[in-house]
């Protein structure tokens, strides 16, 4: 019947966050058990430190390698790389070296699913500042990853709430720029990886608004021709290419008809478009997909939580989220 | 003590609409009756209408002038126009000619205003369709009072809802116009706009937030330098000026500021950064203002709503909300 269950590599997140305790929160709970193998990649002081700060009784076991992992034991299975000691960092405070660290455990995981034993990666919640500052030189995760793993052509951020996701025809670039990148061909990539990927996240027949870029919609082509130019021809054409998709409508109603149930996807023209709407939509309890590469990743929307680490008060329910939708994707693939 | 009340010239809306009715719910709920001298500008028939559409009794009577008002006597002072007969429209579809008519009635009262005997106009919905169909060729309404008030240099529509005011440096251009619209000027004008009116409105002190125009603010130049080379320092200057506003603010965290009233003002760079969020908080229970002219103009910010027209369930909150913020705008004019 279905093919075998998919491995995921759970990430702690940045030690120096609140990572390590939502983990261990639900690993002690058992979640995801039934729709994925588990297994922590990191360092078993960071897993007992997370243990210890969300007052749970966690039984792990090391392994040398996935391959050797016997996945009908007791215990969560752990890889112990042994290379974060919390011992060395202030809680609540970014690093660059842990955020070095962070980027190498995740190297580590990448070069694990590049070899076939992992088919997703979720990771709890990073600091990109010290990411960044620890010698990864990227402009987000997402670029990280899809250098990682030897990704060309289209890929993007998928932000998913409860209500609906979006997927961007631009991202992290100067506005003066984005502009001039609403092809027919970014445009036609993300309603795609839109399409696919919400489908592979379990819903048949995803309905899909595309966004204006201009106010009111280009009005008519008063303020502004890239709707009229570029963004209707290519929803009609991938409508009539059996994608379900409509548009342009304008951002100031896009988001209403998605709350309606209207649609299940969202394509933004550009970041803040977007941005705006989820952020205020409570896209802190959302999760964050690296969609269109060839490993899935996940994690949650919100940050490390620095003024509440080591209380054993952060809700680790974004990050079962991401974990869920990690396992639903990888599942796709494997079917 | 202080000076007279303000004369607010309330116009019915479009006859095709909900104005006249919400307008004579007000009216019979003798609205307003305490901050200003509040006269109907409009043709009797419609005022009629819009009584019986609403289900209330309503006492007006007609007067020739403004000037001729006995403000002492009971009953609604009307101006009637006469150029509005309900029988030629029919109600909840757009119609050109009662869009040429309700631009020939504000015409009319802007006239009124030049002369002195209006301080500040407000105005139930009106289709923009149809007032452009109608020949009155404006990009938008706010375009039209500037025209017709004879006013030059900067001013702007103001988005009032609840929790804080929005004010634009760019409005109904197109997004790739807009980007190079961003100049000190137009910022320094959009942040004093903000300043003036916040104050006029009843704010003391106002405190103002000015939005970035890049992803992240243009995370320290990488995304965009916008922030650095005109937003920053054109906010540290007004500041430095005694106006009480900070920035540049990345779109995505800016209005949760002004959620949590740490902002009464946020000034956003372009026309859909300040609508999206405005419109998923409710705007339609909002009040739009034409900011900065002569006259004051606010009107509610929803529209007709022809799928309810004549029912007598619209709600006549945000027009009444728009009529006090007129009679607010105008008295600190008198003053």
């Known amino acids: 019947m279905s093919a ?16 390590p305790e939502i983990c261990a929160k639900l690993l002690a709970a058992g979640a995801v058990r039934k729709d994925a193998q588990l297994a922590v990649i990191g360092d078993a002081r960071v897993l007992e430190l997370g243990a210890r700060d969300a007052g749970v009784e966690l039984a792990w076991r090391r392994y040398e390698t996935l391959e050797a992992i016997d996945w009908s034991r007791a215990g969560v299975p752990l890889i112990d790389l042994g290379n974060v000691d919390p011992a060395q960092f202030k809680r609540g405070a970014a690093s660059a070296e842990s955020g070095r660290l962070t980027g190498e455990t995740l190297k580590h995981m990448i070069d694990l699913a590049l070899a076939g034993h992992l088919d997703g990666i979720c990771f709890a919640p990073l600091n990109k500042g010290a990411l960044h500052q620890g010698g990864w030189k990227f402009q987000d995760e997402h670029q990280m990853f899809a250098q990682l793993t030897g990704h060309h052509g289209f890929f993007g951020e998928m932000n998913v709430i409860k209500e609906f996701s979006t997927f961007r025809v631009t991202s992290h670039v100067a506005l003066r720029e984005a502009v001039n990148m609403i092809t027919p061909e970014r445009i036609t990539a993300a309603i795609s990886l839109a399409h696919d990927t919400l489908r592979a996240a379990g819903q048949r027949a995803p309905r899909i608004a595309v966004a204006a870029l201009n106010p009111h919609g280009g009005e008519g082509g008063l303020f502004g021709d890239e709707e009229i130019r570029v963004i209707r021809p290519t929803v009609e054409k991938m409508r009539a ?57 996940t994690t949650p929307a919100h940050g490390t939580a620095f003024d509440i680490v080591g209380q054993g008060k952060a809700d680790p329910g974004a990050l079962e989220h991401a974990l869920r939708l990690a396992a639903r994707l990888a599942a796709a693939r494997l079917h």
């Open 4 to 19: 075998r269950l998919p491995t995921i590599g759970l990430m702690l997140g940045d030690v120096t966050g609140i990572g």
């Open 241 to 297: 290419g059996g994608i379900a998709c409509d548009g342009p409508i304008p951002s100031d109603t896009i988001f209403h008809k998605a709350l309606r149930g209207e649609y299940d996807g969202v394509v933004v023209m550009y970041h803040d478009q977007g941005q705006i709407a989820t952020k205020l939509l409570g896209f802190n309890k959302g999760v964050t997909v690296t969609a269109g590469l060839k490993t899935v990743f």
